[in-house]
């Protein structure tokens, strides 16, 4: 597909050589040409990434701000970090946050900026299910899914130099724009397949970690009981397969792998008492 | 005995039950349906007894849960059930009409369960609009880096609950 590309243009450039009338335009077009197909064969930078990754997550957090709540968020921070550890990419700049809003969801910028919903984490039982859950979005993260899906559609416009400038250049036009176009991605959802596999990297990423593995399929069991036209879960039902689906693949694909991990600690005890006190301490917001 | 004795007695009694009640009712708190005929079996092991069957739509109690399996009682029987058999809540699948349950609230000292608040729709929400509007927000960019954990935090608390790493391989890419 990308060396189809590089031979189309190639040819372009031979078909309309022999016309030095149009040489000004076209040298404009090649440019143009040799930019997009620059971008798609040669990765961001792992700078331009965290940078793109502050970017949006910036945007989501004017969309949904952080629970007041410096206790949790530490604790949450100090969850996700540790599975991070135990994946390919432990040295990105993770961050973890709790966002103030009742839907329930979860989201990952490139980079390493995690996000979950106050509304999520209220319908889990233990630790484990939260482990299991961050780690699923520090899978999106290390495979660089939103990324790609970025690539292939939102960041099309703009050419692969374009991008890297603009990326460096925080509060320029350009920037807003290629950000409003990387959060998009999130209204609208990732691959199904990228889910799956997040899915299957996620539970192996939280037993590594020590977490009873089925700490994950335990929330998306709980997810499939929830009625899809509840306000609540719209978002995530528009963006995700159906929970159903994904419990039954992963538990597919977990047999014979992952079930000597399930007898692994699923820290109840202290999940309960870390929700216990932030909900004595938690004011919901004036709106 | 004297009467203080006897008062510290019927305290200590009056703790004990109020204890072993609070204990019944955090652990015997969902309630779930069979989504389809299941083999109950004896322990949570695909090789194990079958000691008793439940046809599609059962309601059973949820007991215990441990790794992909669930120890449920229904009909007189007990046994374990794999995860993906049983559908939470008591509705028929996919059409509850009884919005969804927080299983944290306010209220309460622990998990609420079945008894839950139901949260109706209209919630403070995030909408795929919301996202699309987004403007960003660098004061809580801020916030966000002061609640980052360096490696010897995250160990620390990984360690206090008793966490062991371990080495497992990623799972094939494709089913």
Do not use: C
């Amino acid at each position: 597909m990308r060396a189809n590309k590089l031979v189309a243009g190639t040819l372009l450039l031979a078909a309309l050589a022999p016309w030095p009338a149009q040489a000004f335009d076209l040298n404009l077009d090649l440019n143009k040409l040799r930019d997009v197909v620059t971008q798609q064969l040669k990765p961001m930078s792992e700078k331009d990434e965290i940078q793109l990754g502050r970017g949006i997550a910036a945007n989501l957090l004017g969309a949904a701000p952080l629970v007041p709540d410096a206790q949790l968020q530490a604790y949450v921070n100090r969850l996700g970090k540790w599975l991070a550890m135990h994946t390919d990419r432990p040295a990105l700049p993770w961050h973890f946050g709790v966002l103030d809003t009742e839907s329930v969801n979860a989201f990952a910028t490139p980079g390493g900026y995690v996000f979950i919903t106050r509304g999520l984490l209220l319908q889990m039982r233990d630790e484990a299910e939260l482990a299991g859950v961050l780690a699923h979005e520090i899978s999106h993260v290390v495979e660089k899914h939103a990324l790609e899906t970025m690539k292939k559609g939102a960041f099309l416009e703009f050419a692969g130099d374009t991008l890297s400038q603009a990326l460096r250049s925080e509060g320029s036009a350009e920037f807003s724009k290629i950000v409003s176009a990387g959060t998009e991605v999130f209204a609208r959802g990732l691959d199904k397949q990228d889910e799956f596999a997040a899915d299957r990297m996620g539970v192996v990423i939280a037993a590594r970690a020590g977490y009873d593995a089925y700490g994950l399929p335990g929330t998306l069991q709980t997810l499939a009981a929830i009625n899809p036209k509840d306000d609540a879960v719209a978002l995530m039902f528009k963006t995700h397969p159906d929970p159903a689906e994904r419990l039954e693949l992963l538990l597919t694909a977990m047999e014979g792998k992952l079930e000597q991990y399930g007898d692994q600690p699923k820290v109840a005890d202290r999940f309960a008492s870390v929700m216990k006190s932030h909900m004595a301490r938690y004011q919901p917001k004036k709106k | 005995m004297n009467r203080s004795g006897i008062n510290r007695r019927f305290k200590i009694l009056v703790a004990t039950v109020g204890a072993l009640l609070f204990a019944v009712a955090y652990a015997a708190s969902e309630v779930g349906s069979t989504r389809v005929d299941v083999n109950v079996l004896s322990a949570p092991k695909t090789d194990a007894k079958t000691v008793g069957q439940l046809s599609a739509n059962t309601r059973v109690d949820i007991a215990e849960r441990r790794g992909a399996w669930m120890r449920v009682k229904a009909n007189g029987t007990t046994g374990w059930v794999r995860l993906h058999q049983v559908r939470l809540g008591t509705g028929p699948e996919k059409t509850s009409s009884q919005g969804m349950k927080m299983l944290w609230t306010a209220g309460q000292t622990g998990r609420s369960g079945a008894t839950g608040i139901v949260a109706t729709t209209g919630v403070r929400g995030l909408s795929a609009e919301d996202l699309k509007t987004a403007q960003p927000n660098p004061q809580q960019v801020q916030a966000l880096e002061k609640y980052r954990a360096n490696d010897a935090s995250a160990r620390e608390q990984a360690r206090a609950a008793g966490l062991r790493e371990r080495q497992i391989a990623l799972l094939p890419k494709e089913q």
